[in-house]
């Protein structure tokens, strides 16, 4: 591993254990020529994914990227940290696991809005407003509406009547 701050090609492991579920190990790493400390971890990766965009370009998959999208959605609600890392892991075992090489990045947001759900309804929202492109308060106001009947539908008919 090359150190990140001197650049020297050869660092030495001074401590390795396991990491986010037993999925990942974490490695504290030294350089010999500056001394300094940093750290990596290994994941196991089962397939290049290729995320194919709205607009057909294909693009690799970013795990980072989609950790911080889902960290946006969940800023400054009470959501932690190691909680948001589980929903990462959990969709890209499951993009991995899929049998595809190439997977439609809506299919990456349905993922995504489907793990929110079940996390926090407000990050939930968040995400959908970016994700399913609102532009007016009527859309909004149209996506909670629907939250709702889902989430109660006896009620919704009731309602109705």
């Known amino acids: 591993m090359k150190c990140p701050f001197c650049g ?5 492991v001074k401590d390795s254990r396991n990491a986010d579920d037993n999925t990942a190990i974490r ?9 300094s400390r940093f750290t990596t971890y290994e994941r196991v990766q089962l397939r290049d994914l290729i995320v194919v965009k709205r607009n057909g370009e294909k693009v690799p998959f970013d795990r980072d990227k989609l950790a911080r999208s889902i960290s946006l959605s969940v800023r400054k ?6 909680r948001v890392e589980k929903v990462v892991n959990s969709i890209q075992r499951r993009l991995e696991v899929s049998g595809e090489s190439e997977i439609p990045s809506e299919v990456i947001g349905e993922y995504v809005m489907e793990a929110l759900a079940n996390l926090d309804h407000i990050a939930y929202i968040r ?3 970016v994700y399913k492109d609102f532009r007016e308060v009527k859309d909004f106001e149209d996506f909670v509406e629907t939250i709702d009947r889902l989430a109660k539908p006896e009620q919704f008919e009731k309602d109705k009547l």
Request: charge should be negative; hydrophobic fraction near 15%.
């Open 8 to 12: 020297c090609d050869d660092t030495q």
């Open 27 to 35: 490695r504290r790493r030294e350089c010999p020529e500056c001394g």
């Open 77 to 82: 609600r009470p959501v932690d940290a190691e």
């Open 127 to 129: 995400f959908a407003s």
